[in-house]
């Protein structure tokens, strides 16, 4: 059957291709926060020079905020297809979604405690086992419901942070500490592994209270939603009859979200302006981001130079837990101890680097194994059942 552009197995190629850039996207801003204390510094000041300062403007504008929405969004499209097909062989859909998302919990908390306390996983079980109380519901109003559950409450906070920097005179108040940045690189630089393990979970512990889940809640929560009417729309099959329609929406999010992420560069750096960036113009850059990809993967001139985003995009979870535990060893202490030497200019060119090796590992991989490594064991686990493996093989 072939959707969008499709290889085998019914699979839709273009939302391969959107996980495997997105795996791009998420690397480069992980990558500030796998060599440098990201949450404690000044990003425009911390790295000396005009290349460093370029490089962040360009990833904080193009970047960062603007791929974990699109992996979430994927991961409610995701959802949907699993469970069709699923309800479709006659299956039981429920059982088999908690043990999907059980196991993906495991990973993040193996992940985020054990690896880097950066996990997005943990996250994204949380969100998928609330998401399944609401996975029946139809395209439109699963639209109607994430959007304004996503709009809405993060309205208000913006609104929020306006009414608090007038009633401080106009003055922003600082998230930047230098002790604790101080502190970040002697633990992970030159900490054993225990020391780095307790400072890992205690900063995993900061940025996951219960504010944190509310805002999960309010921003992870609803992209799975929106994601889930899309696939329930079947928004990317069959893309050239809706190529236009398609085309003038991507224009369109693509330009309101550039404008929204260029924000704190045209009216100024404050809370409002980065909260709006981040929230609103970042979600609307994912949009068009996923659009673009889609009518690309319809232009069979580009399979050769896609087909790696679609590889690595079927491996979406080795390839991100490789990006953690890759980077970790090359700059924590238990390795090669690089932690806060490195520039962001030279992090983004090692995780473009290191990106390069995935697509062409990634390309490797799908032509002799059925799965990634982390996925056989996902899907093996779902099922209850050991899973082909290597193909040509029992």
Partial sequence: MELNGSGSGGRI?????????SILGIFLV????????LFYIDHETWWDGKHNLFTYRLIDVLVQASFYPLFAMLFGYGLVILRERT???????????????????????VHAFLIWEGDILITYAICGFVFLLVIGWTARRLFIAGITLY?????????????ASFVNGGTEFSMYDGQAAEQAINVYQTGSFAEVTQQRIAEWSKHNDLFGLFFYLIT?????????????????????????????????????????????????RTF?????????????????????VALASENRRFDRLLYPLEAAGRLSIS???????????????????YYGKVSIFTGSVLALVIYAIQLALSVWWVKN??????????????YLKKQRFKKGGA
Wanted: aromatic share 12%.
């Fill in 30 to 37: 992980n990558m500030i926060s796998f060599h440098s204390p």
């Fill in 13 to 21: 190629v273009s939302i391969d291709r959107m996980r495997g850039f």
């Fill in 272 to 292: 409002m302006t980065d909260f709006a960036q981040d929230v609103f113009g970042g979600a609307l850059l994912a949009m068009a981001y996923a659009l673009l």
């Fill in 369 to 382: 194994y059925h799965y990634g490594p982390v996925e056989w064991l996902w899907r093996s686990g779902t």
């Fill in 151 to 163: 709009v809405v409450p993060n309205l208000l906070l913006l609104l929020m942070l306006g009414a």
């Fill in 220 to 268: 992870i929560l609803p992209l799975f939603m929106i994601g889930a009417g899309a696939a329930k729309l079947k928004l990317f099959e069959d893309v050239a009859s809706k190529k236009r329609r398609l085309t003038r929406a991507a224009g369109v999010l693509a330009v309101l979200g550039l404008l929204i992420k260029s924000l704190p560069y045209l009216s100024g």
């Fill in 87 to 109: 309800l479709d062989k006659g299956l039981s859909f429920t059982p088999l979604a908690i043990r999907r998302l059980s196991i993906l919990l495991l990973m993040g908390i």
């Fill in 319 to 337: 390839n991100y837990l490789f990006q953690s535990i890759l980077s970790t060893m090359i700059f924590y202490s238990y390795g090669l101890g």
